[in-house]
């Protein structure tokens, strides 16, 4: 009993110590310098050990998904419809690194090896590149469609942005045939293979690049076209005439009014020797109208010695119209002239 007593008289007493100030401030001050020469030398091994810590910085990139399928078979796989096309990828590593990085050079691949065909919903795996770290990456998940490889052959069509409103350009395209290649519910979607608009100057010559059209014109995305590119050259001189006229069409006849109309293309160009071409103002059409909403071709009379470069044609809407009632005269009688003739009197 008297020796717990003792100690805690002596906890007590220490406890009383330190509440007086000029006992805690003799304590700091004891061997003052030796206390700061640690603090510094603490703080400067936390400053070196956590300087690449707080070195790093993040910075986020969209990256292209890649397809990886090493399915074996007789029949070659392509995938279609990735959605998303892209996933963000949230990389930390010192800022001069990430400065030399871009979307293109970090790798996020979708493994559909032995996924049946049709669709899939399969994780993404980023590979990060050397002296980063990958925090986050947003989807983890991507969704697509596996199917058999297709490869159709198809004509290269010509495309020209602005076609010359004064003189008939003239090119030449090789090759004049092109492959078009990926998934099968994809590539039967292509109607057509066009050529990337190039202005040329006559006897000039360019690579440009085919486009993938579906059946509305638009372009179709996720196949691939062999060779990628043609050549087109320009081999007109530039010094044929062509002048642009205005379409007019023939009136409807009687008993039938058009209601709505619309001339595709509004204006034809036409060739012929400049005297010619100087004398004409309009090229008049002739369609064939009946009731209801149609279109049809527009025959042009365009004169002897020229010649229209572009068909013509015409969407319209026609309705029948009732013919206006004949006049009435009235007679001396009351009656009208048409009823005295009937009635075989005479005014």
């Known amino acids: 009993m008297s020796g717990g007593s003792g100690h805690d008289g002596g906890l007590w007493g220490a406890a009383q110590r330190w509440l007086k100030p000029r006992y805690v401030w003799g304590r700091i001050i004891h061997n003052l310098l030796p206390k700061v020469l640690s603090l510094v030398v603490a703080l400067t091994l936390w400053f070196v050990a956590t300087a690449d810590r ?28 990735l959605n998303p096309s892209t996933v963000r990828v949230t990389l930390a590593g010192r800022p001069e690194r990430l400065r030399e990085l871009s ?63 004064t003189s008939l350009l003239r090119y030449d395209v090789a090759p004049t045939e092109a492959a ?28 440009v690049k085919l486009i993938a059209l579906d059946e509305n014109g638009d372009p179709v995305e996720g196949v691939q076209t062999s060779p990628a590119s043609v050549t087109v050259r320009r081999i007109d001189t530039g010094e044929l005439p062509v002048k642009s006229l205005r379409v007019v069409l023939n009136d409807p006849p009687a008993g039938l009014r058009i209601t709505s109309v619309s001339v595709q293309p509004s204006t034809v160009r036409v060739v012929a020797a400049p005297e010619l071409l100087g004398r004409l103002r309009e090229a008049a059409g002739t369609v064939a109208y009946r009731v209801g909403t ?34 009435r005269v009235p007679t001396r009688q009351g009656t009208t002239e048409g009823s005295a003739a009937v009635n075989g009197s005479a005014p």
């Open 294 to 327: 149609y279109t049809a071709p527009v025959t042009l009379r365009i004169p002897a010695g020229a010649q229209a470069l572009e068909d013509v044609s015409v969407r319209l809407t026609v309705e029948r119209v009732a013919p206006a009632p004949a006049a």
């Open 180 to 207: 078009v290649s990926g998934a099968g519910r994809v590539v039967s979607t292509v109607r057509r293979l066009i050529t990337s608009p190039a202005p040329l100057l006559p006897g000039e010559a360019s690579e």
């Open 54 to 81: 707080r070195a790093n910085v993040e910075q986020g990139f969209d990256v292209p998904v890649t397809v990886r399928d090493t399915t074996g078979g007789r029949t070659r796989r392509a995938t279609s419809d």
């Open 103 to 165: 979307g293109e050079t970090i790798e996020a691949v979708v493994d559909v090896t032995g996924v049946p065909e049709g669709s899939f919903n399969r994780p993404v795996t980023v590979q990060v590149p050397s002296g980063t770290i990958l925090r986050r990456q947003a989807p983890e998940q991507v969704q697509g469609f596996v199917d058999a490889q297709l490869t159709r052959t198809l004509a290269v069509t010509l495309s020209v942005a602005s076609p010359s409103d």
